[in-house]
C-alpha cells in the first residue's frame, strides 16, 4: 500500500474531495514525523506504537575491500505493532 491508497480510501470513506484528503494525509504523516524527530513517542491504540531509539556505534566492514569500518552513533525509528495488528498474522 502507498500513500496514494491511504489517500483513496480516505476520500472513498468520508465522501471528501481528494485535494483535502492528499491535505489530512499529509498533516497526519507530517505531525508523525516532527513528533518521532522531538523524541516523541508515538501509540496509535489498537495499530501500535513508535518511538526512537539510540543506535549503538560500531564496526563493520566495506563489502567490496573488506577494510574495518566504524559506524556512528545515531537514532533508529522502532515499531511495535498493538494487539489487535498482531493478531491478524
Given amino acids: 500500500m502507498i500513500k496514494l491508497d491511504i489517500v483513496n480510501e480516505v ?8 485535494t483535502k484528503a492528499e491535505l489530512a494525509v499529509e498533516t497526519v504523516f507530517k505531525s508523525m514525523k516532527d513528533a518521532l524527530a522531538k ?3 508515538i501509540e496509535l491504540r489498537g495499530f501500535g506504537v513508535f518511538n526512537v531509539k539510540p543506535r549503538k556505534t ?4 566495506n563489502p567490496r ?6 559506524i556512528p552513533p545515531g537514532k533508529a525509528v522502532r515499531f511495535k505493532p498493538g494487539k489487535e495488528l498482531q493478531a491478524l498474522s
Avoid: L, Q
Fill in 65 to 70: 575491500t573488506g577494510a574495518e569500518v566504524s
Fill in 58 to 61: 560500531g564496526i563493520g566492514r
Fill in 39 to 41: 523524541g516523541d513517542r
Fill in 11 to 18: 476520500v472513498g470513506r468520508t465522501g471528501i474531495t481528494k
